[in-house]
Structures are given as structure tokens and as C-alpha cells.
């Protein structure tokens, strides 16, 4: 099993939809969660991190389930600015290396 | 405003050329990281280093090593480079968490290296 994993899509979805990734990790021990944007022939950016209580930014909400060992990401009102590849990433601590999803491509459509 | 530099965007070399890709970040980070992406393989990590003179293994290291004679910067090697090695790679640099719990990765802009 692969220490992270996301579907990789690609999601077509239309302009003002809501949707939702999943991203599901296989160390248990894991402690910190990140969600990194990277657009077509660019460098990854931190979109946001993933805190216990779960966390908003705008339109984008990030959430840990613990007991399932999952994050997920939501993207409400979503804008044909947000077509991207959207990474998961975990650590098992805060100084530890980051383990990267392979990405789930997503398409916003007009 | 934090930026991690990488010395090209575009690389083309021939197999068994000894090939140098240096890493610059201006931040004063203490960690430093080279990944390559490829298709279908996501982000995969090749070496880090938490400090000058360190440096560990990553998830594919073979065919590759690593300097940090310089806090700022971050070299990858590739010693005799072949077909495979052909990718794009990545550079990061990193706050190690703060008190806060803040903890980000910055990325350069990528090397995207072609081996002939």
C-alpha cells in the first residue's frame, strides 16, 4: 500500500460546483497534513495545511479524519482559476520529510 | 517574500555526462529537499539534507548524490546520467515547525532535465 494516496481523477466538474478530494494516508503516527496546488508546468505552492480541528480558507476547507487516517479538501463556489493539480502531503512530524500523493487533477468547466 | 532559485529551466545532456543541478534559496532555511515528478509517479523524493554537510537518503537515491557545502544552497549530482533520469526536478526549502505550528515547503521553479 502506498504510503499516501489520491485519486487522480482527472474532475470535470462546472463553474460554481462544489468539490471534494480525498486524500488517504497508511502511517497512523502521521502528524502533520498539507494541501499544495501546482498548475500545468509550474512548482507546487502550499495551498493550505490540515490542522485536527479542521481548518477554512475562503472557499477551501480542509479536513483530518484520524480514525480513518484521511484528509480531505473542499472547494465550494468553485472559479476556472482552480483547474490544477491538487497534492496531499504528510509527515510523521513537524521537521520530518514530506510524503507526497500522486494528485488529483481537477478541471473547472464554463 | 521567500524564493528558491534553480540554475536552469531547461536542461538537454547526453547519457554518461556528469550533470549538476544547484538549488539556492535566500531564506535561511535549515532543510533543503530534491524531488522528481513524473507522470503517474507524483513527487518523489531523492535526498534532503537538515544542514550543512548533512544529508540523507531519500526514496530513490541510486544514481544520484548531494552537496551542501553552503546553508543557502543544495546540489544535485547526477554522476553519470542516463535515459531514465530524464524528469523534472524540484528543489524545496523548509521552516522546520514553528511555535505556532506553521510548517511550509517552498518549491523552486523546477529543472526540466532531457537525457539524450
Known amino acids: 500500500r502506498k504510503e499516501v494516496e489520491q485519486d487522480p481523477g482527472p474532475f470535470n466538474v462546472p463553474e460554481g460546483a462544489t468539490v471534494a478530494f480525498n486524500c488517504t494516508y497508511s502511517?497512523?503516527?502521521?502528524?502533520?497534513f498539507f494541501w499544495y496546488r501546482q498548475d500545468c508546468r509550474k512548482e507546487p505552492k502550499l495551498l493550505m495545511s490540515v490542522y485536527s480541528s479542521g481548518n477554512e480558507d475562503g472557499r477551501f476547507t480542509a479536513q483530518l479524519n484520524r480514525a480513518s487516517q484521511y484528509i480531505s479538501l473542499l472547494i465550494r463556489d468553485s472559479k476556472l482559476s482552480d483547474s490544477a493539480t491538487y497534492l496531499c502531503?504528510?509527515?510523521?512530524?513537524?521537521?520530518?520529510?514530506?510524503?507526497f500523493g500522486t494528485g488529483t487533477r481537477l478541471t473547472i468547466i464554463p | 517574500d521567500v524564493k528558491v532559485t534553480q540554475s536552469s529551466r531547461y536542461l538537454v545532456k547526453r547519457t554518461g555526462e556528469k550533470v549538476f543541478l544547484e538549488c539556492v534559496q535566500d531564506?535561511?532555511?535549515?532543510?533543503m529537499f530534491w524531488y522528481r515528478q513524473d507522470p503517474g509517479l507524483g513527487l518523489r523524493l531523492i535526498y534532503f539534507s537538515y544542514d550543512v554537510k548533512m544529508k540523507e537518503k531519500g526514496d530513490i537515491p541510486e544514481g544520484y548524490s548531494v552537496s551542501r557545502e553552503k546553508k543557502e544552497r543544495f546540489s544535485l549530482i547526477l554522476e553519470s546520467a542516463s535515459t531514465n533520469q530524464t524528469s523534472m526536478y524540484l528543489c524545496?526549502?523548509?521552516?522546520?515547525?514553528?511555535?505556532?505550528?506553521?510548517?511550509?515547503?517552498?518549491f523552486g521553479p523546477g529543472t526540466r532535465l532531457t537525457v539524450l
Open positions: 531564506m535561511d532555511h535549515e532543510n
Open positions: 502531503a504528510v509527515s510523521l512530524f513537524g521537521n520530518e520529510k514530506l510524503t
Open positions: 524545496a526549502s523548509r521552516i522546520p515547525q514553528g511555535v505556532d505550528g506553521t510548517d511550509t515547503q517552498y
Open positions: 502511517n497512523s503516527a502521521s502528524q502533520s
